[in-house]
Structures are given as structure tokens and as C-alpha cells.
């Protein structure tokens, strides 16, 4: 364990950041020749390359930090508290994925949270009663009556919009789990190659004729602004901001602005422990879904590497990759390369510039990483109490498993927040998601402590055209406590220790583009046959041999281990070929 430096309680810790789920490499040595290399070893890497390895190529994986998983990770920023440092929920965790590769058996445990989400609102209450909340779970009956102190035709409503929801993520799955269709196969070549590429209609046909007269729907969902959907089912002011929330978590997005439908879509069609729509916490931390997908490609044989940064992909004279060369000069060979960094860093850190077209460099650089998020961690001694649901003696209550959603009570706050960030300046009244993991796993804390994870929006990359300071990273902070003492009176009394990563750190830590968690924006323009470039939709480069396979590609971020199961499917398609 690291020692840390404290300074004033309370303030950020200045540590040495050490990290229960430091990630050995194989015990055998790095070879010079593979047949695959995977760059990163975040959890799309790590799936691919079992799976290539399970298909009989001997695969490495090269991982730059000294722990792998890349978002998904485990790290002891402050002695005795373990934190979720990036992603923080599990849901979109492909179930073919967990059950081929035995993630269960490797390790993985997941407490499934219910109730789901907690919106307590800033109100003074009547006649001695507490502030209103609103909770939302599993149970139906129970949402309605949680509902029903807001609006009766709401509460009403609330069962036919669910099934609605439901329906259209559903039609979804068929394409979440193969590549987007192969347009030039498709209309381009001989008949022979046009029919072999038909195959690839067949998970959109699948999705149309799962949505069948909700096809229109569909349409409105993925094209319009949230609340135009909202609007029409719900008129209360809590309902609608929570449910709004999950329209823009993560993205750069108002929900006025068209597309943000499908955000709230991408939210909700995930699935954990066969319960449509759950998310749960990762037992030690999200690094436990990357250490138990590791531990199943190494059964297979896959040699996993931390601490080895790469510096370029060598390409030959021929114009196909055949390998890497490493920062400190070593170079490994391998027949293919399968990226999980994102497209922008792939393209133009990684692979030589000479190596691509001018016109393909500029279209790399046209797409949108933008994002509004600071991810602030906070080790707390005391467990927060909510004037809107208080629990005495500290002892947690259903709504402490929540995501507990702070200044989230009216839509108009969400607006003004986004509008800020737009702006350049940091949200006064920024959107906040709290989730206290440690309240369902008590492995993350000392006991009567636990670990907060506060998912803050909106914050732009620059503040007004410059970068951030410490200071403003401090002052932001700050601006977030006051705003949660004012839930949870006592909560800037209970911080110990906090990490402050605002989208700079995002991208300087974590490889994240932009700050950006879904390795590129999730908007309709970079979906599906877009994602990330109508010409990578496939996986594949404009280098032979060198492929995507991280959340950059389809089907985007936050869908855990499709993009790696589907480039692994790529790569071994063009090996059968050559």
C-alpha cells in the first residue's frame, strides 16, 4: 500500500497513487513475433484479444499505464479506500461475452442495486414532514406511489412508458452484437460478394421486424430533443428532470437538443443478471470486470503486458502493419494490430502520418470528443445523510444505493447548467450523480467509511479559451460540496480526501480523448455506419492489418466488450481470407 501526502482535511490529497488491482504482466517474457497485438488494455482490448487467442492466434496485449483496464478501473487513491477512478456502473456488459468467457468463474461478482435513483428536491418541508424525494426502482407499484406524490396521471403513465422504453432497446440488441452493415460489399463487386455480404442486413432486419409498427417511434426516439418525448407522457417537474438526466449523462448536450433521445435509449437497454435495464456495482471496483476478463484470456494463453507504452505502429513498405514499436525502442512483430485507443489517438499519435491520406487525417480530426464531465472521488469518514430521506445513526437506507441525483429536481437547471459549460465556464449549479458504492460492498472502505463517486456536469475542456489550473479545479470542487451539503448537511465535515479530474485529466490519465468517456461522442452523426467514420464503420483501416476495437467503434461506449468481439470477428474473417 502507497503512502499519501495529506494536506489540509478536507482539501485534495496530493498521493501516490497505488492500486489493489496492479496488474502483472505474463510471466513469460515479451516475445518479438505475435500474431496479434492489441494496444491498451482497457476491457474492449482485453476481450478481443481472449477471443482472438481462443481462435488460435497468439495474442499480446500492451497495456501504457502499471493497471489494466483502462476506464475500467480499481485504484487506492487514499490509504484504505479503493475507488471506481473513471467508470463507475456496470449494465452494458454483453451477456454472451460474461458467459464465454466465464467471467463469473474468473472472478466477477456484481451487486445488482434497487431502488435505482434517488432525486431528493431542495425544498422546506410541510408541517414538519422532510423535503420531497422521488425513488425509482424494480418495483412497479412502488414507482407509482413514489410518482403519485407529484401527479397522479404521471404515476398512471409511468408502467406504458417503461414498456415503451423497453420495446424500442430491445429491438436494439441485434445490432449491438455485429458489425454495421457492409455497404460497398453490398452494392459494389461481383454477385457472388454481394450475396456473402448480404448476411450483414440481417441484424437490421432483425431490429425492424422486432419494432415493427413502433419503427416511427424508434425514428422520433433516436432523432429527437428528450424532452419532446417527456413532454408528451409526464407534467411533473421531478419526473421529467430525472429522466432527463440519463438523456445527457456523459455528452455535451442539452435536453432540448435533438439526438439526446438516444442517449437516454443507450441508458436503458443494457441488462445485468438476466434484469432488463439493472446496473450494479463491481465487487472491488470496476477494476473487476477488467481483472476477470485478463484472467480468462490468460487461461487461453494470451500474454498480457502493463507499463509497456507504445510509441508507433510500424507499418511496412508494402503499406500493411506489422507490428509495434515500444517508447523505449523495442520492437514486436505481429501479423495484425488491433487498437483500443480511441480513433484520434490511433490515427494521430500512433500511426506514422505518411502512412495516410491527407483527406483521411482531416476526417479524423472532425470528429467530436467533446465532453462536460468532471469526475470527482471523495473519501468520506461518515456516510451522507439527505434531509429529503434522513436515516439515523448513520446506517445506509435503500436510497444510499442509488444514483442519487443532486440539482436534478427541474429541467430548467439542467439547460442553464449545459448553457454555462457551452459557454466556457464551469456550471454554477452543475448536474450531479452520487453513487456510494461502499454501502453495498463493504471491501471498498474502512469500516464507518466510505467511497463517493460524484459524476459532474457540465464542465468544458477549456475555461474561457485556457486551461485549467489546480485552483480551478479546487474552486469547482468546492462550487460541487456546497451544493451536496446543501442535500446532505455534514457532508464537507465527512471528506477526508478527494480526486478532482476534470476532462483534461480525463485525457491526460486515461487516454480519453477530449475528457470524452464514450471514446467520441455518442450523437447520430458518429452512430452505427458513422462510428467513428462511415469509413471505419467495419473495424478495419485504411492501414491493412491495423484495426479498431475500442468503444471509438461501434457500437459505442458504455456497450462493454462488443466493439473488441466484434473486431476479433473482423480480424479473423480477413486472416480466413488471406
Known sequence: MAAAVWTDRGRRAVAVVSTVTRSRSSHTALKS??????????????????????????????????????????????????????????????????????????GLKVYLRDPHAF???????????????????????????????????????????????????GAIHPLLDASPVDIPGVTTGSLRKRLASAKTLMPIVKCGLKLGRNIPDFYEILTAPIMKILNRWFESEPLRAT??????????????????????????????????????????????????????????????????????????????????????????????????????VTFKNLTPQAALSPEFIKAVDQIDYTSPVTKINVAVDKLPNFLA?????????PHHQ????????????????????????????????????????????????????????????????REWTDQDREAYADTVFDWVEQY?????????????????DLERIFGLTGGNIFHGSMSLDQLYLARPLPSLSDYRSPIKGLYLCGSGSHPGG??????GWNAALAVKADLKRR
Open 389 to 397: 430521506s434522513p436515516t439515523p445513526d448513520d446506517k445506509p437506507g
Open 119 to 169: 432525486t431528493p428536491l431542495l425544498e422546506e418541508g410541510v408541517s414538519g414532514a422532510p423535503p420531497r424525494s422521488l425513488t425509482l426502482g424494480s418495483d412497479l407499484a412502488m414507482n407509482q406511489m413514489e410518482i403519485g406524490k407529484f401527479s397522479q396521471k404521471d404515476a398512471k403513465a409511468f408502467p406504458d412508458f417503461v414498456a415503451h422504453l423497453e420495446k424500442l432497446a
Open 558 to 563: 458504455g456497450v462493454m466488450g462488443s466493439p
Open 488 to 504: 446532505a448537511p455534514g457532508f464537507k465535515k465527512s471528506v477526508v480526501g478527494r480526486d478532482i479530474l476534470a476532462p483534461p
Open 243 to 344: 429522466l432527463a438526466t440519463d438523456a445527457v449523462i456523459g455528452a455535451m448536450t442539452s435536453p432540448s437538443n435533438p439526438g439526446s433521445g438516444y442517449v437516454l435509449l443507450h441508458h436503458v437497454m443494457g441488462e445485468l443478471e438476466k434484469e432488463k435495464g439493472a446496473w450494479g456495482y463491481v465487487e472491488g471496483g470496476m477494476g473487476g470486470v477488467s481483472q476477470a476478463i485478463a484472467s480468462s484470456a490468460r487461461s487461453y494463453g494470451v500474454d498480457i503486458f502493463t507499463e509497456k507504452d507504445v510509441a508507433q505502429v510500424l507499418v511496412g513498405s508494402d503499406g500493411a502493419a506489422k507490428g509495434v514499436v515500444l517508447k523505449d525502442g523495442t520492437e514486436i512483430h505481429s501479423k495484425v494490430v488491433l487498437s483500443n485507443a480511441t480513433p484520434h
Open 402 to 465: 442509488c444514483s442519487i441525483h443532486l440539482n436534478c429536481e427541474s429541467v430548467e437547471l439542467l439547460e442553464t447548467a449545459y448553457k454555462e459549460a457551452i459557454n466556457g465556464r464551469p456550471s454554477a449549479r452543475p448536474m450531479l450523480e452520487m453513487t456510494i458504492p461502499s454501502v453495498l460492498d463493504p471491501t471498498l472502505a474502512p469500516p464507518g467509511c466510505h467511497t463517493v463517486s460524484l459524476f459532474t456536469q457540465f464542465t468544458p475542456y477549456h475555461i474561457e479559451g
Open 33 to 106: 513475433q505475435y500474431d496479434a497485438l492489441v494496444i491498451g488494455g482497457g476491457h474492449n482490448g482485453l476481450v478481443a484479444a481472449a477471443y482472438l487467442q481462443k481462435g488460435g492466434l497468439k495474442t499480446a496485449v500492451l497495456e501504457r499505464r502499471h493497471v489494466l483496464g483502462g476506464a475500467a478501473v480499481t485504484e487506492e487513491i487514499f490509504p484504505g479506500f479503493l475507488f471506481s477512478r473513471c467508470s463507475y456502473l456496470l449494465s452494458l456488459l454483453r451477456p454472451h461475452i460474461c458467459a464465454d468467457l466465464e467471467l463469473k468463474k474468473h
